[in-house]
């Protein structure tokens, strides 16, 4: 749900980059894009180059889709970002 993202959001921006990343390698992978992609820019990229990198590989994968297809598909201004969660692809199989 939305409220349960901001508050992952605020959480991890309020932790150093070690912890956030750990805490995001550990999560639902829709979660860990959905929420990256609302932690502050600088932030976000401390807590991705503190990650695993095969996760980091695979939530850039998830997270570069997820993007493309929001701005390909979402009028601005149209729906929270739980409703955008919903337009995430398919997790690859492998």
């Not at 750990?22 to 990256?36: C, R, S, T």
């Not at 939530?59 to 929270?80: D, Q």
């Amino acid at each position: 749900t939305e409220g349960k993202v901001a508050k992952i959001v605020a959480m991890l921006e309020s932790m150093k980059p070690d912890a956030s990343a750990a805490y995001i390698e550990n999560v639902d992978p829709f979660l860990a894009v959905e929420v990256m992609a609302r932690i502050n820019v600088q932030k976000a990229a401390k807590i991705w180059n503190k990650m695993d990198k095969k996760v980091s590989a695979r939530l850039s994968e998830l997270y570069t889709g997820f993007r493309s297809k929001i701005e390909k598909e979402t009028p601005p201004n149209a729906g929270g970002a739980a409703d955008r969660a919903k337009t995430l692809p398919a997790p690859e199989k492998g």
